[in-house]
């Protein structure tokens, strides 16, 4: 990757050739994180109480399987 497209991408290359997140990309992607979180966070307002108790009923489905995946 060149310099330019590092640059690009929020990445920065150091003086042994690494590429290193600039503060500006970490910014964005914390940004982008904060926006999906926001989003589930009013998604999850809107709802009954019983959907949310399916919804972290499936939540720990799935960590289970993720679990048992990774084992």
Do not use: C, Y
């Amino acid at each position: 990757m060149s310099p330019a497209d590092s640059r690009q991408r929020g990445l920065a290359v150091d003086a042994i050739g690494e590429h290193t997140w600039t503060f500006s990309a970490q910014l964005e992607s914390r940004q982008e994180r904060t926006s999906q979180i926001l989003a589930t966070v009013r998604a999850a307002s809107a709802e009954s109480r019983e959907q949310l108790k399916q919804r972290v009923d499936q939540a720990q489905i799935d960590v289970g399987l993720a679990i048992q995946n990774a084992k």
